[in-house]
């Protein structure tokens, strides 16, 4: 079956600008969580949704927000993007919980000039 | 920031050895898991452990969840041109996030 599918791969954008990802989990999985990993800090949790609620947060700025649809995929939007914000930010999935194991999707790389 | 403390940072692997690292932590996890990322790519889960004092393999891979439930190990046997990447550990404590290790990056020694 098809894996965690995130667009686009690669992304440029400029200070102040927003953005939005998107991720489409694997067929079934209804908890879909965001994850941005940089060099300095790893990996880093943003948030996770389960049946289009949001059940989980990380410590991230407002900027940083998230939805997720009626078929389970998802988007997150990052707002006035800051030079930080450059990142490999990872979409994974799984049926219900984090206790089995996340499957992650190959990442959207966003660079902000 | 990081909950779980990975070591070592890096190792360097000839073919055919043994290697090893392990994750520690202050915190109970109530799962363990060992990934593997590929440069471009996301991380790939090897191993799920799921019980304190638990075993398990995967092939040339094997990782145990420490009877305190607050540190892991993964070892590679045999090792292969294949397996550098970066490996994680993960833990989890709640049901709904990740909390990863640093890191362990493994390379072929020239």
């Known amino acids: 079956k098809a894996g965690v599918t995130q667009t686009p791969r690669y992304l440029i954008k400029t200070r102040g600008q927003q953005v939005t990802l998107s991720c489409s989990p694997i067929s079934g999985h209804r908890s879909v969580s965001w994850y941005q990993q940089t060099p300095g800090q790893g990996l880093q949790f943003l948030f996770e949704y389960f049946s289009e609620t949001q059940r989980n947060k990380g410590n991230f700025p407002g900027r940083f927000s998230g939805r997720q649809f009626s078929n389970s995929r998802s988007e997150m939007n990052v707002s006035t993007l800051e030079l930080g914000d450059s990142a490999l930010y990872l979409c994974?999935?799984?049926?219900?919980?984090?206790?089995?194991?996340?499957?992650f999707g190959s990442g959207t790389r966003l660079t902000v000039v | 920031g990081q909950q779980l403390n990975q070591s070592p940072q890096s190792m360097f692997i000839q073919e055919g050895e043994d290697v090893s690292m392990n994750c520690t932590s202050s915190s109970i996890f109530n799962t363990w898991l060992w990934y593997k990322q590929d440069p471009g790519e996301g991380p790939v889960l090897l191993i799920a452990?799921?019980?304190?004092?638990e075993l398990t393999s995967n092939g040339r891979l094997t990782a145990q969840f420490g009877i305190t439930r607050k540190d892991s190990f993964l070892n590679i046997s045999a090792s292969i041109p294949s397996d550098v990447g970066i490996y994680f550990c993960a833990g989890v404590q709640d049901d709904y996030k990740l909390s990863f290790g640093a890191g362990t990056t493994v390379t072929v020694r020239a």
């Open positions: 994974a999935s799984s049926p219900t919980t984090a206790l089995y194991g996340y499957t």
């Open positions: 452990l799921y019980k304190a004092g």
